[in-house]
Protein backbone atom coordinates (compact mmCIF):
# COMPACT_ATOMS: atom_id res chain seq x y z
CA UNK A 1 0.00 0.00 0.00
CA UNK A 2 0.76 3.37 -0.74
CA UNK A 3 2.15 5.13 2.69
CA UNK A 4 2.49 8.44 1.05
CA UNK A 5 -1.01 8.80 -0.27
CA UNK A 6 -2.77 7.47 3.05
CA UNK A 7 -1.00 10.18 4.50
CA UNK A 8 -1.60 12.74 1.99
CA UNK A 9 -5.50 12.14 2.42
CA UNK A 10 -5.06 12.42 6.49
CA UNK A 11 -3.68 15.75 5.97
CA UNK A 12 -6.70 16.47 3.28
CA UNK A 13 -9.45 14.85 5.85
CA UNK A 14 -7.51 17.53 8.60
CA UNK A 15 -7.76 20.24 6.47
CA UNK A 16 -11.64 19.62 5.62
CA UNK A 17 -12.64 18.79 9.01
CA UNK A 18 -10.60 22.35 10.82
CA UNK A 19 -12.88 24.27 7.82
CA UNK A 20 -16.04 22.48 8.38
CA UNK A 21 -15.50 22.49 12.42
CA UNK A 22 -14.83 25.87 12.10
CA UNK A 23 -18.07 26.85 9.99
CA UNK A 24 -19.71 25.18 12.89
CA UNK A 25 -18.35 26.67 15.66
CA UNK A 26 -19.56 29.74 14.14
CA UNK A 27 -23.19 28.92 14.54
CA UNK A 28 -24.81 28.11 18.32
CA UNK A 29 -26.40 24.91 17.43
CA UNK A 30 -23.65 23.29 15.77
CA UNK A 31 -21.08 25.03 18.03
CA UNK A 32 -20.35 22.23 20.43
CA UNK A 33 -20.13 19.03 17.39
CA UNK A 34 -17.82 21.48 15.39
CA UNK A 35 -15.59 21.26 17.98
CA UNK A 36 -15.33 17.65 17.88
CA UNK A 37 -15.39 17.24 14.40
CA UNK A 38 -12.19 19.41 14.48
CA UNK A 39 -10.77 17.72 16.97
CA UNK A 40 -10.58 14.28 15.05
CA UNK A 41 -9.18 15.93 12.21
CA UNK A 42 -6.51 16.73 14.41
CA UNK A 43 -6.14 13.73 15.80
CA UNK A 44 -6.41 11.90 12.26
CA UNK A 45 -3.26 13.83 10.91
CA UNK A 46 -1.44 13.89 13.99
CA UNK A 47 -1.17 10.04 13.93
CA UNK A 48 -1.12 10.14 10.42
CA UNK A 49 2.34 11.95 10.99
CA UNK A 50 3.56 9.67 13.74
CA UNK A 51 3.38 7.18 11.45
CA UNK A 52 3.31 7.39 7.88
CA UNK A 53 5.77 10.00 7.34
CA UNK A 54 8.99 10.09 5.91
CA UNK A 55 11.74 12.33 5.15
CA UNK A 56 13.17 13.04 1.81
CA UNK A 57 15.33 9.98 1.95
CA UNK A 58 12.35 7.66 2.32
CA UNK A 59 13.43 7.00 6.14
CA UNK A 60 10.41 6.80 8.81
CA UNK A 61 10.47 8.92 11.75
CA UNK A 62 12.42 7.81 15.04
CA UNK A 63 12.80 8.51 18.47
CA UNK A 64 8.81 7.38 19.28
CA UNK A 65 10.04 7.21 22.96
CA UNK A 66 10.39 10.67 23.45
CA UNK A 67 7.56 11.90 21.04
CA UNK A 68 4.94 9.84 22.62
CA UNK A 69 5.98 10.84 25.78
CA UNK A 70 5.56 14.24 24.83
CA UNK A 71 2.54 13.40 23.58
CA UNK A 72 1.01 12.01 26.92
CA UNK A 73 2.57 14.48 28.98
CA UNK A 74 0.69 17.09 27.12
CA UNK A 75 -2.25 15.28 27.06
CA UNK A 76 -2.47 14.39 30.96
CA UNK A 77 -1.42 18.14 32.10
CA UNK A 78 -3.34 19.94 29.07
CA UNK A 79 -7.12 17.88 30.14
CA UNK A 80 -6.23 18.23 33.53
CA UNK A 81 -5.82 22.13 33.46
CA UNK A 82 -8.47 22.57 31.03
CA UNK A 83 -10.67 20.63 33.39
CA UNK A 84 -9.94 21.88 36.74
CA UNK A 85 -9.95 25.86 35.50
CA UNK A 86 -12.77 27.73 36.42
CA UNK A 87 -15.46 29.46 33.88
CA UNK A 88 -14.19 32.59 35.30
CA UNK A 89 -10.27 31.93 34.35
CA UNK A 90 -11.52 30.95 31.11
CA UNK A 91 -10.07 33.35 29.37
CA UNK A 92 -6.71 33.14 30.66
CA UNK A 93 -6.18 30.20 30.06
CA UNK A 94 -7.09 30.70 26.27
CA UNK A 95 -3.91 32.91 26.22
CA UNK A 96 -2.00 30.14 27.58
CA UNK A 97 -2.93 27.50 25.59
CA UNK A 98 -2.60 30.61 22.56
CA UNK A 99 1.09 31.09 23.99
CA UNK A 100 2.23 26.92 24.59
CA UNK A 101 1.54 26.91 20.47
CA UNK A 102 3.39 29.95 19.73
CA UNK A 103 6.48 28.61 21.93
CA UNK A 104 5.93 25.13 19.63
CA UNK A 105 6.81 27.35 16.81
CA UNK A 106 9.73 29.33 18.01
CA UNK A 107 11.43 25.95 19.51
CA UNK A 108 10.81 24.21 15.77
CA UNK A 109 12.50 27.06 14.06
CA UNK A 110 15.47 27.38 16.44
CA UNK A 111 16.28 23.47 16.04
CA UNK A 112 15.61 23.83 12.18
CA UNK A 113 18.03 26.82 12.13
CA UNK A 114 20.75 24.99 14.02
CA UNK A 115 20.25 21.90 11.26
CA UNK A 116 20.51 24.11 8.64
CA UNK A 117 23.75 26.21 9.72
CA UNK A 118 25.56 22.44 11.55
CA UNK A 119 25.53 19.53 8.59
CA UNK A 120 24.08 21.10 6.14
CA UNK A 121 24.98 22.17 2.72
CA UNK A 122 23.60 23.75 -0.14
CA UNK A 123 24.32 20.89 -2.65
CA UNK A 124 22.89 18.33 -0.26
CA UNK A 125 20.11 20.97 -0.22
CA UNK A 126 19.63 20.92 -3.94
CA UNK A 127 20.03 16.86 -4.39
CA UNK A 128 17.51 16.07 -2.21
CA UNK A 129 14.69 16.83 -4.29
CA UNK A 130 12.98 18.68 -2.01
CA UNK A 131 10.47 21.12 -3.67
CA UNK A 132 9.56 23.41 -1.65
CA UNK A 133 12.03 26.96 -2.59
CA UNK A 134 14.39 24.42 -3.76
CA UNK A 135 15.79 26.99 -6.23
CA UNK A 136 16.05 29.50 -3.78
CA UNK A 137 17.44 28.32 -0.46
CA UNK A 138 17.31 31.52 1.26
CA UNK A 139 13.74 31.04 1.63
CA UNK A 140 14.02 28.16 3.61
CA UNK A 141 15.96 30.50 6.20
CA UNK A 142 13.50 32.96 5.28
CA UNK A 143 10.86 31.10 6.10
CA UNK A 144 12.06 29.38 9.34
CA UNK A 145 13.26 33.57 10.61
CA UNK A 146 9.70 34.54 10.50
CA UNK A 147 8.00 31.74 11.94
CA UNK A 148 10.51 32.04 14.21
CA UNK A 149 9.64 35.87 15.01
CA UNK A 150 5.72 35.16 14.68
CA UNK A 151 5.96 32.44 17.42
CA UNK A 152 8.05 34.04 19.61
CA UNK A 153 6.01 37.30 19.82
CA UNK A 154 2.63 35.36 20.14
CA UNK A 155 4.57 33.50 22.90
CA UNK A 156 5.79 36.21 25.14
CA UNK A 157 2.48 38.63 24.48
CA UNK A 158 0.47 35.79 25.14
CA UNK A 159 2.26 34.83 28.84
CA UNK A 160 1.93 38.73 29.43
CA UNK A 161 -1.61 38.36 28.83
CA UNK A 162 -2.12 35.59 30.71
CA UNK A 163 -0.42 37.79 33.42
CA UNK A 164 -2.78 40.77 33.14
CA UNK A 165 -5.75 38.81 33.08
CA UNK A 166 -5.01 37.40 36.06
CA UNK A 167 -3.58 40.45 38.05
CA UNK A 168 -0.39 39.16 38.71
CA UNK A 169 1.23 41.93 36.30
CA UNK A 170 -0.20 45.76 35.84
CA UNK A 171 -0.26 47.43 32.72
CA UNK A 172 2.85 49.91 32.22
CA UNK A 173 3.27 52.23 29.29
CA UNK A 174 5.81 55.19 29.05
CA UNK A 175 5.87 57.92 26.52
CA UNK A 176 7.07 56.93 22.95
CA UNK A 177 6.55 53.54 23.71
CA UNK A 178 5.11 52.90 20.30
CA UNK A 179 8.37 54.62 18.89
CA UNK A 180 10.48 51.95 20.88
CA UNK A 181 8.22 49.66 19.22
CA UNK A 182 8.03 50.16 16.15
CA UNK A 183 11.94 50.39 15.80
CA UNK A 184 12.39 47.26 17.86
CA UNK A 185 10.07 46.09 14.63
CA UNK A 186 12.15 47.74 12.30
CA UNK A 187 15.60 46.11 13.86
CA UNK A 188 13.91 42.94 13.43
CA UNK A 189 13.58 43.57 10.11
CA UNK A 190 16.67 44.30 9.30
CA UNK A 191 18.55 41.57 11.23
CA UNK A 192 16.55 39.17 8.72
CA UNK A 193 17.50 41.05 6.06
CA UNK A 194 21.25 40.74 7.01
CA UNK A 195 21.24 37.21 7.03
CA UNK A 196 19.51 36.45 4.26
CA UNK A 197 21.35 38.75 2.10
CA UNK A 198 24.57 38.83 3.48
CA UNK A 199 24.92 35.52 5.22
CA UNK A 200 27.44 36.70 7.50
CA UNK A 201 29.68 34.83 9.40
CA UNK A 202 28.20 35.18 12.68
CA UNK A 203 24.57 34.10 11.94
CA UNK A 204 24.24 32.13 14.57
CA UNK A 205 24.68 35.43 16.64
CA UNK A 206 22.77 37.26 15.12
CA UNK A 207 19.53 34.31 14.85
CA UNK A 208 19.73 34.73 18.52
CA UNK A 209 19.44 38.09 18.89
CA UNK A 210 16.14 38.15 16.67
CA UNK A 211 15.05 35.83 18.83
CA UNK A 212 15.63 37.85 22.21
CA UNK A 213 14.30 41.10 20.19
CA UNK A 214 11.30 39.20 19.17
CA UNK A 215 10.53 37.90 22.50
CA UNK A 216 11.10 41.87 23.85
CA UNK A 217 8.70 42.77 21.57
CA UNK A 218 6.27 40.84 22.78
CA UNK A 219 6.34 41.67 26.25
CA UNK A 220 6.73 45.49 24.65
CA UNK A 221 3.24 45.55 22.76
CA UNK A 222 0.90 43.54 24.67
CA UNK A 223 2.48 45.72 28.18
CA UNK A 224 0.63 48.35 27.83
CA UNK A 225 -3.30 47.02 26.60
CA UNK A 226 -5.28 46.82 29.25
CA UNK A 227 -9.06 46.65 29.85
CA UNK A 228 -11.57 46.01 27.93
CA UNK A 229 -9.07 46.08 24.91
CA UNK A 230 -7.34 42.91 26.19
CA UNK A 231 -9.70 39.85 24.96
CA UNK A 232 -9.11 41.90 21.31
CA UNK A 233 -5.34 40.91 21.67
CA UNK A 234 -5.99 37.60 22.90
CA UNK A 235 -7.66 36.91 19.45
CA UNK A 236 -4.85 38.99 17.51
CA UNK A 237 -2.21 36.98 19.27
CA UNK A 238 -4.50 34.01 18.06
CA UNK A 239 -4.20 35.09 14.77
CA UNK A 240 -0.14 35.46 15.15
CA UNK A 241 0.30 31.87 16.71
CA UNK A 242 -1.83 30.49 13.30
CA UNK A 243 0.34 32.72 10.88
CA UNK A 244 3.36 31.03 12.92
CA UNK A 245 2.32 27.61 12.40
CA UNK A 246 1.73 27.99 8.64
CA UNK A 247 5.19 29.36 8.07
CA UNK A 248 5.88 25.65 9.22
CA UNK A 249 3.66 24.48 6.96
CA UNK A 250 5.71 26.07 4.22
CA UNK A 251 9.00 24.11 6.08
CA UNK A 252 7.43 21.02 5.83
CA UNK A 253 6.12 21.45 2.68
CA UNK A 254 2.79 20.48 4.87
CA UNK A 255 -0.91 21.10 3.37
CA UNK A 256 -2.70 20.61 6.65
CA UNK A 257 -0.52 22.98 8.94
CA UNK A 258 -0.91 25.28 6.05
CA UNK A 259 -4.52 25.44 5.93
CA UNK A 260 -5.00 25.32 9.85
CA UNK A 261 -2.56 28.23 10.10
CA UNK A 262 -3.75 30.35 7.50
CA UNK A 263 -7.46 29.78 8.55
CA UNK A 264 -6.83 30.27 11.97
CA UNK A 265 -4.37 33.41 11.19
CA UNK A 266 -7.56 35.24 8.76
CA UNK A 267 -10.31 33.99 10.66
CA UNK A 268 -8.59 35.33 13.52
CA UNK A 269 -7.73 38.61 12.73
CA UNK A 270 -11.62 38.85 11.20
CA UNK A 271 -12.88 37.92 14.35
CA UNK A 272 -9.95 40.52 15.85
CA UNK A 273 -12.06 42.47 13.84
CA UNK A 274 -15.63 41.97 14.34
CA UNK A 275 -14.64 42.64 18.29
CA UNK A 276 -13.46 45.81 17.94
CA UNK A 277 -16.57 46.76 16.16
CA UNK A 278 -18.65 45.19 18.92
CA UNK A 279 -17.00 47.57 21.54
CA UNK A 280 -17.08 50.54 18.82
CA UNK A 281 -13.14 50.62 18.37
CA UNK A 282 -10.97 50.79 15.93
CA UNK A 283 -7.91 48.00 15.90
CA UNK A 284 -5.47 50.86 15.50
CA UNK A 285 -6.92 52.10 18.55
CA UNK A 286 -6.92 49.60 20.46
CA UNK A 287 -3.30 49.22 19.29
CA UNK A 288 -2.15 52.52 19.74
CA UNK A 289 -4.42 54.85 21.93
CA UNK A 290 -4.28 51.73 25.01
CA UNK A 291 -6.62 51.62 27.37
CA UNK A 292 -5.86 51.95 31.23
CA UNK A 293 -1.91 52.44 31.35
CA UNK A 294 -0.86 56.19 30.58
CA UNK A 295 -4.22 57.32 29.69
CA UNK A 296 -6.10 55.88 32.65
CA UNK A 297 -3.95 58.46 35.15
CA UNK A 298 -5.84 61.51 32.80
CA UNK A 299 -9.15 59.99 33.66
CA UNK A 300 -8.77 58.74 36.97
CA UNK A 301 -6.32 60.58 38.65
CA UNK A 302 -7.77 64.33 38.95
CA UNK A 303 -9.34 63.73 41.68
CA UNK A 304 -12.20 65.62 40.87
CA UNK A 305 -14.52 66.06 43.87
CA UNK A 306 -17.62 64.17 42.22
CA UNK A 307 -20.21 65.00 45.57
CA UNK A 308 -21.17 62.50 47.62
CA UNK A 309 -22.75 58.57 47.13
CA UNK A 310 -25.19 57.45 49.29
CA UNK A 311 -25.70 53.96 50.46
CA UNK A 312 -28.49 51.38 50.84
CA UNK A 313 -28.84 49.03 53.61
CA UNK A 314 -29.39 45.13 52.55
CA UNK A 315 -33.07 45.75 53.86
CA UNK A 316 -34.14 48.33 51.91
CA UNK A 317 -32.72 46.86 48.42
CA UNK A 318 -34.70 43.83 49.06
CA UNK A 319 -37.98 45.75 49.83
CA UNK A 320 -37.21 48.10 46.79
CA UNK A 321 -36.33 44.79 44.71
CA UNK A 322 -39.68 42.49 45.79
CA UNK A 323 -42.19 45.57 44.91
CA UNK A 324 -40.69 46.45 41.64
CA UNK A 325 -42.18 45.50 38.73
CA UNK A 326 -39.35 44.75 36.30
CA UNK A 327 -35.94 44.24 37.79
CA UNK A 328 -32.53 43.66 35.32
CA UNK A 329 -29.70 42.11 36.88
CA UNK A 330 -26.73 43.73 35.35
CA UNK A 331 -24.04 41.08 35.80
CA UNK A 332 -20.51 41.76 35.65
CA UNK A 333 -16.52 40.87 36.34
CA UNK A 334 -17.36 40.99 40.09
CA UNK A 335 -19.73 38.28 39.81
CA UNK A 336 -17.76 36.02 37.95
CA UNK A 337 -14.75 36.18 40.83
CA UNK A 338 -17.19 36.08 43.42
CA UNK A 339 -18.68 32.75 42.07
CA UNK A 340 -22.30 34.43 42.82
CA UNK A 341 -23.41 33.46 39.60
CA UNK A 342 -25.43 30.86 41.53
CA UNK A 343 -26.87 32.76 44.18
CA UNK A 344 -27.68 35.48 41.50
CA UNK A 345 -29.89 32.69 40.02
CA UNK A 346 -31.50 32.23 43.62
CA UNK A 347 -32.29 35.83 43.71
CA UNK A 348 -33.69 35.69 40.49
CA UNK A 349 -36.08 32.47 41.17
CA UNK A 350 -37.25 33.93 43.74
CA UNK A 351 -38.02 37.81 42.43
CA UNK A 352 -40.06 35.95 39.94
CA UNK A 353 -42.40 34.03 42.92
CA UNK A 354 -43.00 37.09 43.95
CA UNK A 355 -44.35 38.61 41.10
CA UNK A 356 -41.48 40.21 39.65
CA UNK A 357 -40.14 40.52 36.17
CA UNK A 358 -36.55 39.23 36.11
CA UNK A 359 -34.12 40.33 32.86
CA UNK A 360 -29.96 40.42 32.39
CA UNK A 361 -28.96 43.21 30.89
CA UNK A 362 -25.40 41.41 29.19
CA UNK A 363 -23.10 44.10 27.82
CA UNK A 364 -20.77 42.14 24.83
CA UNK A 365 -17.78 42.71 26.44
CA UNK A 366 -19.43 41.95 30.13
CA UNK A 367 -16.59 39.58 32.23
CA UNK A 368 -13.10 39.12 30.48
CA UNK A 369 -13.98 38.57 26.77
CA UNK A 370 -17.34 38.85 24.57
CA UNK A 371 -19.86 36.46 25.57
CA UNK A 372 -18.09 35.23 28.63
CA UNK A 373 -21.06 36.31 31.21
CA UNK A 374 -23.29 34.17 29.15
CA UNK A 375 -20.84 31.03 29.73
CA UNK A 376 -20.92 31.63 33.35
CA UNK A 377 -24.59 32.48 33.72
CA UNK A 378 -25.30 29.50 31.43
CA UNK A 379 -23.23 27.44 33.77
CA UNK A 380 -25.82 28.34 36.84
CA UNK A 381 -28.82 27.16 34.41
CA UNK A 382 -30.46 30.79 34.36
CA UNK A 383 -32.47 30.46 31.36
CA UNK A 384 -31.49 31.75 27.95
CA UNK A 385 -34.46 33.60 27.29
CA UNK A 386 -33.93 35.78 30.09
CA UNK A 387 -30.38 36.99 28.83
CA UNK A 388 -30.77 40.44 27.15
CA UNK A 389 -28.43 41.54 24.27
CA UNK A 390 -27.29 45.36 25.46
CA UNK A 391 -29.39 46.77 22.74
CA UNK A 392 -32.81 45.11 23.79
CA UNK A 393 -32.12 46.05 27.45
CA UNK A 394 -31.41 49.31 26.57
CA UNK A 395 -34.79 49.60 25.11
CA UNK A 396 -36.33 48.08 28.25
CA UNK A 397 -34.65 50.53 30.38
CA UNK A 398 -37.16 53.56 30.57
CA UNK A 399 -39.67 50.98 31.45
CA UNK A 400 -37.15 49.21 34.64
CA UNK A 401 -37.80 50.17 37.86
CA UNK A 402 -34.81 48.64 39.89
CA UNK A 403 -31.44 48.23 37.81
CA UNK A 404 -29.16 45.80 40.17
CA UNK A 405 -25.26 45.98 38.97
CA UNK A 406 -23.41 43.50 40.11
CA UNK A 407 -19.56 43.76 40.06
CA UNK A 408 -19.90 45.62 36.54
CA UNK A 409 -17.86 49.22 36.20
CA UNK A 410 -17.15 50.14 32.94
CA UNK A 411 -19.91 48.77 30.97
CA UNK A 412 -22.41 50.93 32.84
CA UNK A 413 -19.70 53.92 32.86
CA UNK A 414 -21.47 57.26 31.46
CA UNK A 415 -18.26 58.31 30.67
CA UNK A 416 -18.14 56.65 27.59
CA UNK A 417 -21.27 58.55 26.01
CA UNK A 418 -20.25 61.59 27.41
CA UNK A 419 -16.73 62.61 27.88
CA UNK A 420 -14.57 62.34 25.00
CA UNK A 421 -11.34 62.63 27.04
CA UNK A 422 -12.16 59.35 28.81
CA UNK A 423 -10.14 56.27 27.27
CA UNK A 424 -13.53 54.60 27.09
CA UNK A 425 -15.31 57.31 25.06
CA UNK A 426 -17.13 55.48 22.07
CA UNK A 427 -17.83 52.17 24.05
CA UNK A 428 -21.45 51.70 23.61
CA UNK A 429 -22.53 50.83 27.49
CA UNK A 430 -25.81 50.28 29.13
CA UNK A 431 -27.97 52.97 29.77
CA UNK A 432 -29.13 52.35 33.34
CA UNK A 433 -29.68 55.62 33.99
CA UNK A 434 -32.80 55.47 32.52
CA UNK A 435 -34.07 53.57 34.95
CA UNK A 436 -35.84 54.54 38.02
CA UNK A 437 -33.26 53.14 40.37
CA UNK A 438 -29.86 52.15 40.00
CA UNK A 439 -27.99 49.97 42.94
CA UNK A 440 -24.87 49.01 42.33
CA UNK A 441 -22.99 46.08 44.36
CA UNK A 442 -19.31 46.42 44.55
CA UNK A 443 -16.61 45.72 46.96
CA UNK A 444 -15.69 49.37 47.79
CA UNK A 445 -15.33 52.63 45.53
CA UNK A 446 -12.40 51.73 43.61
CA UNK A 447 -12.55 51.92 40.07
CA UNK A 448 -12.84 48.89 37.58
CA UNK A 449 -10.51 46.78 35.21
CA UNK A 450 -9.95 49.94 33.09
CA UNK A 451 -9.14 52.17 36.00
CA UNK A 452 -11.12 54.46 35.53
CA UNK A 453 -13.69 56.52 37.82
CA UNK A 454 -17.72 56.17 37.01
CA UNK A 455 -19.45 59.08 37.73
CA UNK A 456 -22.63 56.81 37.86
CA UNK A 457 -22.18 56.12 41.15
CA UNK A 458 -22.47 59.48 42.05
CA UNK A 459 -25.72 60.19 40.32
CA UNK A 460 -28.73 61.01 42.69
CA UNK A 461 -30.74 57.78 41.31
CA UNK A 462 -27.93 55.57 42.46
CA UNK A 463 -27.39 53.82 45.97
CA UNK A 464 -24.27 51.86 46.51
CA UNK A 465 -24.57 48.35 48.19
CA UNK A 466 -21.20 46.92 49.44
CA UNK A 467 -19.85 43.75 50.11
CA UNK A 468 -18.70 40.50 47.91
CA UNK A 469 -21.41 39.75 45.59
CA UNK A 470 -22.27 36.40 46.45
CA UNK A 471 -21.79 37.56 50.12
CA UNK A 472 -24.76 40.37 49.45
CA UNK A 473 -26.74 38.26 47.25
CA UNK A 474 -27.33 35.38 49.77
CA UNK A 475 -28.12 37.98 52.21
CA UNK A 476 -30.70 39.62 50.13
CA UNK A 477 -32.06 36.29 49.40
CA UNK A 478 -32.40 35.62 53.08
CA UNK A 479 -33.86 39.08 53.66
CA UNK A 480 -36.38 38.54 50.71
CA UNK A 481 -36.95 35.02 52.16
CA UNK A 482 -38.03 36.59 55.39
CA UNK A 483 -40.40 40.20 53.74
CA UNK B 1 13.55 39.38 -9.02
CA UNK B 2 14.72 36.11 -11.27
CA UNK B 3 14.33 34.22 -7.95
CA UNK B 4 11.07 35.90 -6.99
CA UNK B 5 10.16 34.73 -10.16
CA UNK B 6 11.20 31.39 -10.01
CA UNK B 7 8.95 30.92 -7.16
CA UNK B 8 6.08 31.04 -9.58
CA UNK B 9 7.72 28.29 -11.68
CA UNK B 10 8.03 25.83 -9.25
CA UNK B 11 4.92 23.53 -9.04
CA UNK B 12 4.97 22.82 -5.65
CA UNK B 13 5.60 26.38 -4.27
CA UNK B 14 2.88 27.31 -6.60
CA UNK B 15 0.84 24.82 -5.19
CA UNK B 16 1.38 26.02 -1.88
CA UNK B 17 0.80 29.48 -2.34
CA UNK B 18 -2.67 28.83 -3.86
CA UNK B 19 -4.00 26.94 -1.16
CA UNK B 20 -2.56 29.98 1.32
CA UNK B 21 -4.49 32.60 -0.60
CA UNK B 22 -7.55 30.40 -0.79
CA UNK B 23 -7.55 29.44 2.81
CA UNK B 24 -7.54 33.23 3.73
CA UNK B 25 -10.41 33.90 2.14
CA UNK B 26 -12.32 31.03 3.41
CA UNK B 27 -11.15 31.83 6.70
CA UNK B 28 -12.58 35.07 6.38
CA UNK B 29 -15.66 33.54 4.69
CA UNK B 30 -16.38 31.03 7.47
CA UNK B 31 -16.53 33.67 10.22
CA UNK B 32 -17.64 36.84 8.78
CA UNK B 33 -21.01 36.65 10.93
CA UNK B 34 -20.86 35.50 14.25
CA UNK B 35 -23.09 36.22 16.78
CA UNK B 36 -21.08 37.89 19.65
CA UNK B 37 -21.95 35.29 22.25
CA UNK B 38 -19.72 33.01 20.18
CA UNK B 39 -16.71 35.14 20.17
CA UNK B 40 -14.83 33.19 23.36
CA UNK B 41 -15.64 29.30 22.16
CA UNK B 42 -14.87 30.36 18.65
CA UNK B 43 -11.16 31.95 19.79
CA UNK B 44 -10.69 29.13 21.90
CA UNK B 45 -11.66 26.48 19.07
CA UNK B 46 -9.75 28.18 16.48
CA UNK B 47 -6.93 28.49 19.38
CA UNK B 48 -6.95 24.88 19.04
CA UNK B 49 -6.62 24.51 15.48
CA UNK B 50 -3.44 26.50 15.10
CA UNK B 51 -2.12 23.79 17.52
CA UNK B 52 -1.74 21.91 14.34
CA UNK B 53 1.69 23.13 14.39
CA UNK B 54 2.73 20.03 16.86
CA UNK B 55 3.04 18.22 13.47
CA UNK B 56 6.46 20.15 13.10
CA UNK B 57 7.63 19.55 16.26
CA UNK B 58 6.78 15.76 15.70
CA UNK B 59 8.25 15.81 12.41
CA UNK B 60 11.62 17.60 14.20
CA UNK B 61 11.37 15.49 16.70
CA UNK B 62 11.35 12.12 14.57
CA UNK B 63 14.49 13.24 12.23
CA UNK B 64 16.57 14.25 14.98
CA UNK B 65 19.57 12.20 15.38
CA UNK B 66 19.76 10.39 19.01
CA UNK B 67 22.59 12.05 19.87
CA UNK B 68 21.63 15.60 18.71
CA UNK B 69 20.72 16.27 22.52
CA UNK B 70 19.63 20.22 21.59
CA UNK B 71 17.49 18.98 19.12
CA UNK B 72 16.22 16.08 21.47
CA UNK B 73 15.35 18.46 24.08
CA UNK B 74 13.88 21.49 22.48
CA UNK B 75 11.67 19.02 20.43
CA UNK B 76 10.64 17.52 22.98
CA UNK B 77 9.62 20.37 24.74
CA UNK B 78 7.57 21.58 21.42
CA UNK B 79 5.42 18.65 21.37
CA UNK B 80 4.70 18.76 25.24
CA UNK B 81 3.46 22.46 24.46
CA UNK B 82 2.09 21.57 21.09
CA UNK B 83 0.02 18.75 22.76
CA UNK B 84 -0.84 21.17 25.25
CA UNK B 85 -2.35 23.55 22.73
CA UNK B 86 -4.18 21.31 21.44
CA UNK B 87 -5.67 19.30 23.63
CA UNK B 88 -6.07 21.90 26.26
CA UNK B 89 -7.68 23.95 23.66
CA UNK B 90 -10.27 21.66 22.08
CA UNK B 91 -11.63 20.81 26.19
CA UNK B 92 -11.85 23.88 26.98
CA UNK B 93 -14.03 24.55 23.98
CA UNK B 94 -15.77 21.69 24.73
CA UNK B 95 -16.46 22.84 28.75
CA UNK B 96 -17.81 26.37 27.69
CA UNK B 97 -19.98 24.87 24.73
CA UNK B 98 -21.51 22.00 27.20
CA UNK B 99 -22.60 25.39 29.45
CA UNK B 100 -23.98 26.04 26.15
CA UNK B 101 -25.95 22.78 25.44
CA UNK B 102 -27.65 22.26 29.16
CA UNK B 103 -29.43 25.01 28.44
CA UNK B 104 -30.80 24.45 25.22
CA UNK B 105 -32.03 21.08 26.68
CA UNK B 106 -33.91 22.50 29.50
CA UNK B 107 -35.75 25.06 26.84
Given amino acids: MNMQAILALSYLIGSITFIVGLKMLSHPDSARRGNLVAAAGMAVAILATIFLYQDELGSPLHNYGWIFAGLVIGTVVGTAAAKKV ?4 MPEMVSMFNGMGGACAMLISIIEFHHLTSDFTWELYEDSGYTFFSSIPGGMLATILIGMVIGSVSFAGSIIAWGKLNGKIKDRSFKGQHVVNLGLLAIIAGLILLILVARPGMTITYFYLILALSLIYGIMFVLPIGGADMPVV ?11 AAFGGFLYNNPVMLTGGILVGSAGTILTILMCKAMNRSLKNVLIGSFGGGHASAGGGEAKDQGHYKEISLNDTAV ?11 PGYGLAVAQAQHACHELEKLLIEKGVEVYYGIHPVAGRMPGHMNVLLAEADVPYDKLMEMEDANE ?5 NVVMIIGANDVVNPAAKEDPSSPIYGMPILEVEKADHVIVNKRSMKPGYAGIENDLFFKPKTSMLFGDAKKVLQDLVSELKQL | MEQLLNLFTDEATYRLLTIVILSIFLGIEVISRVPSVLHTPLM ?10 IIGAIIVMGKAPSHDYLALTLGFLAVVLGTLNVVGGFVVTDRMLEMFDKKKKKK
Wanted: aromatic letters at 4%; glycine letters at 8%.
Fill in chain 2, 44 to 53: SGANAIHGVV
Fill in chain 1, 396 to 400: QMSTT
Fill in chain 1, 86 to 89: QMTA
Fill in chain 1, 320 to 330: LMAYAQKVMII
Fill in chain 1, 234 to 244: ISLLNSFTGVA
